[in-house]
């Protein structure tokens, strides 16, 4: 006769390393595992409608592949964890996974003209073979909407960078 036992989990490190930066604890393609052949990636977008250059990417041997990882699905849920971030230290904590786990180097900091507005908060996504255009303007886009629906987040970004110092 055999017995069945369940195993409890071994390492509470072990349930940290599994949960998602979106708030999900199920491991998806954003998870730290390395991608796998088997991890979904990223459909290849129209002919011509976009420059992400993401055959050029597939097939230089070495190359950092992240970014393929985020599939439309997992844009989506990027695009609203990144709607609904209720903090400054939650939006650098995103900063942080976005570049973890896609390599996406996102730099967010008040433009060099007068910000009195979302619009003069500059985000810059750097360059990336692989990054889909769209994905490149909705981010930015996509942050904003937060930062408008949280204003005190861009308080606190402007107080980083000193532009209240004197207030």
């Known amino acids: ?59 230089t041997p070495g190359a950092d592949q992240r970014i393929l990882r985020l599939t439309r699905q997992e844009e989506t849920r990027l695009l609203e964890r990144l709607e609904n971030i209720q903090s400054l230290t939650d939006l650098e904590h995103m900063q942080r996974r976005i570049y973890e786990q896609l390599g996406i180097r996102l730099e967010i900091a008040p433009s060099h003209n007068e910000v009195r507005s979302m619009r003069g908060i500059a985000i810059h996504i750097d360059a990336l073979p692989g990054l889909c255009r769209k994905t490149r303007q909705s981010i930015p886009t996509a942050i904003r909407r937060g930062l408008e629906k949280h204003p005190e987040i861009a308080y606190r970004l402007l107080d980083a960078h000193d532009l209240f110092r004197d207030a």
């Open 1 to 59: 006769m055999a017995t069945v036992t369940q195993s409890a989990p071994q390492d509470s490190l072990e349930m940290l390393a599994s949960s998602n930066p979106l708030g999900n604890t199920n491991l998806g393609p954003l998870s730290s595992e390395p991608m796998t052949p088997s991890s979904p990636i990223r459909q290849p977008c129209p002919p011509g409608a976009c420059t992400c250059e993401r055959e050029r990417l597939l097939d």
